[in-house]
């Protein structure tokens, strides 16, 4: 099957035209009419034989290259297998280039498509393209998120406007959104949608700290002057009552120290920890009991202690006993009747301390907001007792800072319970034992 296909038609025909010459020309060297029509039947039925013959020749490598086109149109194969002639095998090679062509267009394609898929998915905003007639074409998975519909199927009815807009969702919790639509030149529209409900609750955060913090300042500064006036007055008339100024003078100058410094020690904490080393947490709890030990005695209360073998933790010693402390005289603070217990056991799987106390206890509507600065289940009793409503806040910042956490249980009327888990240290760091 070698040869241009040009050529082989022609050298078919060629045979044909010759055979019937011949006929031809005996017809007429006898004058025979007969042999002249039988020539020219001869000559047409040969060409059509030829003609038929080289046709299906031809059209049998032209339907393979035509049935391995399609398998590589639906993907079964990656090339056309050349055979006939040399048109048809040229024919071939080229399907088979531009198939190579094709194939590496179609992998760019899919590549490019799979990392603009990875870098919509690995977004924390939300990504929503609709077509002009706000049929949905692409949401990402952040915005199925936000609106609590996976995979999204229509487009969002707060998104029905171009610009930026902000709104709240309430589906599957409560989110606060901030959209940018844009309409693009081929009329469909795209909208970003970030989430602006962690960094509002920061900011709602921020002006209560702001707020409370003014106001717990402004108490005992404003018991200051007024004392201190008063001081001034009395000493001349009457300095047994002026000791008595003296003295809430004096009180409330530590009120306001203890708030400074309380404030000073949640700001340190919130940039995080630095300097850790091993830690005696065994130890230090036991100091701090004992520091408050006389203020247990003064109230009646009984003080029960279960700790076990000493504990090393990774961490500040300084902000581990604070918060130890700030846990231990919340108990004392709230606790008129009944016991303190303190407990640190190791689990197997973490170390836990546990504040145990009989006093007031905490509504169950209070126990999530109860590490909130400034936040008091009663105020007027929790001025009584001199704290200044940043303790637990700083015990739960001190827990965090050391990998731990801390959760509340709390019956009204019947006592409350602190407990903290702290991690094991790093194998890195027993070994260095």
């Avoid at 149109?73 to 090679?93: C, F, I, K, W």
Wanted: proline residues 3%.
């Amino acid at each position: 099957m070698k040869g241009t296909l040009l050529s082989r038609i022609a050298g078919a025909h060629l045979t044909a035209a010759l055979g019937g010459i011949v006929v031809i020309a005996i017809a007429f060297s006898k004058g025979s009419w007969g042999l002249f029509i039988l020539g020219a039947v001869v000559v047409i039925v040969i060409t059509l034989a030829v003609s038929v013959h080289t046709a299906r020749r031809l059209a049998k490598p032209l339907e393979l290259m035509a049935a391995d086109a399609s398998l590589i149109a639906r993907g079964h194969a990656d090339h056309v297998t050349p055979s006939g002639t040399r048109e048809t095998r040229r024919l071939s090679e080229a399907i088979n280039r531009m198939a190579e062509e094709l194939a590496e267009v179609i992998e760019e394609l899919r590549s490019e498509t799979d990392l603009r898929e990875q870098i919509l998915a690995s977004m924390r905003e939300g990504v929503i393209l609709a077509g002009p007639s706000a049929d949905l074409i692409y949401a990402n998975q952040a915005a199925s998120e936000m609106f609590g519909r996976n995979p999204i199927e229509l487009m969002p009815p707060q998104l029905d406007g171009l610009g930026e807009q902000e709104f709240t969702v309430h589906h599957p919790r409560r989110l606060e959104l901030r959209s940018m639509c844009v309409r693009l030149d081929d009329g469909r529209t795209l909208c970003v949608i970030q989430d602006q409900t962690e960094q509002k609750r920061v900011e709602s955060i921020r002006r209560d700290f702001v707020a409370n913090a003014s106001h717990e300042l402004k108490t005992p500064v404003a018991g200051i002057l007024v004392t201190a006036e008063s001081v001034e007055q009395a000493i001349v008339e009457d300095v047994e009552t002026a000791k008595g100024f003296a003295a809430n003078l004096v009180r409330e100058a530590r009120r306001l120290s203890a708030l400074v410094q309380d404030l000073l020690n949640l700001a340190r904490l919130e940039e995080g920890r630095a300097g850790s080393s091993r830690v005696p947490l065994r130890q230090v709890v036991r100091e701090e009991i004992e520091a408050v030990r006389d203020r247990v005695a003064s109230k009646g209360l009984e003080l029960n202690i279960d700790l076990q073998d000493e504990v090393m933790v990774l961490g500040v010693r300084e902000d581990l006993a604070l918060m130890v402390r700030n846990l231990l005289e919340n108990a004392v603070g709230y606790t008129y009747s009944g016991s303190i217990s303190v407990a640190l056991t190791d689990t197997g799987e973490d170390f836990e301390l546990a504040v145990a106390d009989t006093g007031v206890g905490i509504p169950t509507t209070d126990l999530e907001r109860i590490f909130e600065r400034f936040y008091r289940v009663d105020r007027a009793r929790s001025r009584d007792t001199g704290g200044t409503g940043l303790g637990l806040s700083i015990a739960r910042h001190v827990v965090e800072v050391h990998g731990g956490t801390v959760k509340a249980t709390s019956e009204l009327g019947h006592g409350s319970t602190f407990t903290v888990r702290l991690p094991y240290p790093p194998e890195s760091f027993v070994s260095q034992e």
